[in-house]
């Protein structure tokens, strides 16, 4: 006895047909009736005297072969998976294109999007705005006198005083005369830094029995103090500053020996030599010599100094014209 299936005597039912097999059912359908046409046309001449098609060799009668208007759809066998189902199985990025132009284009566009949003995120953030402001390298003028000057807003944005910070370095250069130079730099994401260069202090200026100090571009400081600080040398009777540098220039070129020999620079013209200088000791003794004839006559002030020593004698190293010694007027009393 044979088993019935559930399924058995129940037709399949009918898979839709995709793209591909509605156009070649439609092909079919067109290519049967031009074939249909063609037979109505030579089938007259078949009736004169034209062969039986069935007497035809079997080629020539499957080329001439009919198919009715009316006949079913000839059923096409579906592969088991088609390219749109490969391609739903597949990634999404394994169906993109591999272009690498495309991608350079969607990179592109995606920059062009992304650049104001980060551009707009980060004037709104915090660190668009200045945070601190430190000075370093400061000695004679105060921190609170620097920051003042240069005014840097903290809390304000801080690109805009960025780009000023030339104009901000040439206030504080002209408003404080002990600043040589400074720059502003970044100290992090959105912090200053003031970072100060200052003049030298090269000698000390004696007027009154108190003293100011003179800078390395021969500008005297309007301070007064009751002593010179250090070993500098003190200046005394000098009123402009063109004569001051050119002394201090000369000063430069001495042995450290002969400059920490040197006690006091005075400035004392006569009306034979306006440049004359009476240079002061720390050994007792008096140099006089000129200006212009500073660094190369002092040199020799060593040997002389020797000669003098075996005579046992203190006294003055006239170095305007030529170089000799003679003690002080009292010791040729004594």
């Known amino acids: ?19 591909w097999q509605q156009a070649n059912l439609e092909y079919m359908k067109k290519k049967a009736a031009e074939t249909k046409k063609q037979a109505e046309k030579k089938a007259p001449e078949a009736e004169k005297g034209s062969a039986p098609a069935e007497n035809l060799p079997a080629e020539k009668s499957a080329e001439k072969k009919v198919f009715p208007a009316d006949a079913p759809p000839v059923p096409i066998d579906e592969p088991a998976d088609t390219t749109d189902d490969l391609e739903e199985k597949l990634p999404f990025f394994d169906r993109l294109p591999k272009d690498r132009k495309l991608y350079q284009r969607m990179g592109l566009l995606i920059g062009m999007f992304l650049l104001p949003l980060v551009v707009l995120g980060y004037y709104i953030s915090p660190f668009s705005r200045l945070a601190g402001v430190r000075v370093e390298n400061n000695e004679h003028v105060s921190k609170a006198a620097i920051e003042k000057t240069v005014d840097l807003q903290v809390g304000e944005n801080l690109w805009p005083q960025y780009f000023e910070r030339q104009a901000k370095v040439a206030q504080l250069k002209k408003k404080e005369a002990r600043i040589k130079n400074a720059a502003i730099t970044f100290n992090g994401a959105n912090r200053f830094v003031i970072n100060v260069t200052e003049y030298k202090e090269v000698a000390f200026l004696e007027h009154n029995g108190k003293y100011s100090p003179i800078i390395e571009n021969g500008q005297i400081m309007p301070v007064d103090q009751k002593k010179a600080a250090g070993d500098l040398p003190i200046l005394e009777n000098f009123k402009g500053s063109k004569r001051i540098l050119a002394v201090l220039s000369r000063y430069k070129k001495l042995s450290e020996e002969i400059q920490q020999g040197i006690s006091q620079i005075k400035f004392a013209p006569t009306t034979e030599n306006d440049e004359l200088l009476q240079i002061f000791m720390n050994d007792g003794n008096q140099v006089l010599v000129s200006i212009t004839e500073l660094d190369q006559k002092m ?22 014209a030529g170089i000799y010694s003679y003690p002080y007027p009292h010791e040729k009393k004594n």
């Open 299 to 320: 040199k020799y002030y060593p040997q002389v100094v020797k000669q003098m020593n075996k005579a046992k004698m203190q006294g003055v190293v006239d170095m305007e």
């Open 1 to 19: 006895m044979r088993i019935i299936s559930k399924n058995e005597g129940k037709q399949p039912k009918k898979r839709p047909l995709t793209p």
